[in-house]
């Protein structure tokens, strides 16, 4: 029973972390079926996600340095719209005010949810990681992971030799998290794959309330291809790398101040000695 108590209480914390990707879903089959007054249904999609993204931040759900890491990723993901849309791997076929070159501004939010899980699941569930790679290892393999999404178009893709790499890179890596005061580890390779599987099935759910429209479901939804789960696996480590460096930074920040307070602990006399 305490095994159930516990895997309950890790999907509550979960499902926490996921606010801000509900919200878009919600908004999404909220808009599909519900006639929305004076502005198009895309601009709709974009006045909901900012205001939710301003909500956070102001209910202390989300911090400001974790704003700024969410808006990175925002642009990241954006600028992926652009060319996707632009070499015809999926389109945005309804009309709206706020798309660019046929991408809606909101689509950046989408990419943004998955960053701001990974804040609020790294803080709800004290997430530390151990054995991380060194940085002249993830850093690249982070930055050719990304590149791949648009180099695939011209040249050969090699998304599976990334994925190699990967296994390789975070073989002996693990992280580390609490629930109800127990500490649990698992494989960070695992925690990877789980992550983008889940993103594959919330993308399935978000192309039904037609997000976005893949080429093969212009007549009609079906299922987004299986394959996809990689291309969110190797994303999520994109993601993971900029929310790992950010708290790892902050961590490495807290340490700093809390060792200078050390260093002058005043004496009974007044004076400073050192800590």
């Known amino acids: 029973m305490r095994a159930v108590k516990q895997l309950v209480l890790f999907g509550w914390q979960q499902a926490l972390s996921c606010l801000f990707p509900v919200v878009i879903f919600a908004s999404l089959a909220i808009t599909k079926w519900v006639p929305m007054p004076f502005l ?3 601009d709709w999609l974009l006045i909901i996600c900012l205001l939710m993204q301003w909500w956070m931040v102001r209910a202390g759900l989300e911090t400001r340095d974790e704003l700024k890491v969410i808006s990175l990723f925002h642009l990241i993901g954006l600028a992926l719209e652009l060319f996707k849309v ?15 070159f046929g991408v809606p501004l909101y689509s950046g939010f989408m990419y943004a949810s998955v960053a701001s899980y990974l804040c609020q699941a790294w803080r709800r569930l004290e997430v530390e990681l151990v054995r991380w790679p060194s940085s002249w290892l993830v850093v690249p393999l982070a930055s050719a992971i990304y590149l791949n999404f648009f180099t695939h178009h011209y040249w050969i893709d090699i998304r599976w030799w990334l994925s190699a790499v990967v296994i390789l890179v975070f073989w002996n890596a693990w992280v580390r998290y609490k629930v109800n005061g127990t500490r649990y580890r698992m494989p960070l390779a695992l925690s990877f794959v789980l992550i983008g599987f889940f993103i594959w099935i919330a993308e399935n759910i978000a192309t039904y309330f037609s997000a976005w429209e893949y080429p093969n479901q212009a007549d009609a939804w079906s299922l987004v291809h299986l394959g996809k789960v990689s291309s969110w696996l190797l994303l999520v480590i994109v993601s993971f790398l900029i929310v790992a460096t950010l708290k790892r930074v902050k961590k490495g920040t807290a340490k700093s101040r809390s060792f200078k307070g050390e260093e002058r602990i005043p004496n009974v006399q007044g004076r400073y000695r050192s800590g």
């Open 40 to 42: 198009p249904r895309y």
């Open 86 to 100: 632009h070499m015809g791997s999926w389109s945005y076929p309804e009309e709206g005010f706020s798309k660019v």
